[in-house]
T-cell receptor, first 112, second 112 residues
Framework: LAKTTQPISMDSYEGQEVNITCSHN???????ITWYQQFPSQGPRFIIQ?????VTNEVASLFIPADRKSSTLSLPRVSLSDTAVYYCLVGDPPDSNYQLIWGAGTKLIIKP | KAGVTQTPRYLIKTRGQQVTLSCSPI?????VSWYQQTPGQGLQFLFEYFSETQRNKGNFPGRFSGRQFSNSRSEMNVSTLELGDSALYLC???????????FGPGTRLTVT
């Protein structure tokens, strides 16, 4: 699996747009990029997944440049309830040797 | 569709005992993965079951085992509990495995 690097923590304010960037220099041709959100003492929640360019859903947007060595999760107009840990994962499921490896994630704190 | 359910939600056990945790995946999902989450080690992959077969396994000792039934429900067993096994145990289901997984609320295990 490609290794990912994310900032350990970020702060922002309510109403702002937040962009969290993930670096994955060794991404393979078949790899997809997936982001999860986790609140304390809860299981992670799938947010968005993409392969290239831009993907948007009702929660977030995912921007992936042409070289795919990084990706940016964009959260529009955040609120206090967006305070959580955000994880970026990269891989090509599934195969017999496949397992998800989770990094430390980015702890996002939204202030009033 | 009902989400992933895990029982029990909280458990207190004594060192040396064994414990069985249960997970019911989203209807139609055939892949169930188990994770251990602790403040120090983060989210760590235990194993994945797909159609009643263990397909992937993480780096945990043999005290950690699991199984999956024909209805895709899964159980995880930990024998000879140690203090270090205290953690949040998360179950995730997926239609075929891989990056898009749906997590349950977790079972908080405390070993005393």
């Amino acid at each position: 699996l490609a290794k990912t690097t994310q900032p350990i923590s970020m702060d922002s304010y309510e109403g702002q747009e937040v962009n969290i960037t993930c670096s994955h220099n060794n991404i393979a041709t078949n790899d997809y990029i997936t982001w999860y959100q986790q609140f304390p003492s809860q299981g992670p929640r799938f947010i968005i997944q993409g392969y290239k360019t831009k993907v948007t859903n009702e929660v977030a947007s995912l921007f992936i440049p042409a070289d795919r060595k990084s990706s940016t999760l964009s959260l529009p107009r955040v609120s206090l309830s967006d305070t959580a840990v955000y994880y970026c994962l990269v891989g090509d499921p599934p195969d017999s040797n496949y397992q998800l490896i989770w990094g430390a994630g980015t702890k996002l704190i939204i202030k009033p | 569709k009902a989400g992933v359910t895990q029982t029990p939600r909280y458990l207190i056990k004594t060192r040396g005992q064994q414990v069985t945790l249960s997970c019911s995946p989203i209807s139609g999902h055939r892949s169930v993965s188990w994770y251990q989450q602790t403040p120090g080690q983060g989210l760590q992959f235990l194993f994945e079951y797909f159609s009643e077969t263990q397909r992937n396994k993480g780096n945990f000792p043999g005290r950690f085992s699991g199984r999956q039934f024909s209805n895709s429900r899964s159980e995880m067993n930990v024998s000879t509990l140690e203090l270090g096994d205290s953690a949040l145990y998360l179950c995730a289901s997926s239609s075929r495995g891989g990056l898009e997984q749906y997590f349950g609320p977790g079972t908080r295990l405390t070993v005393t």
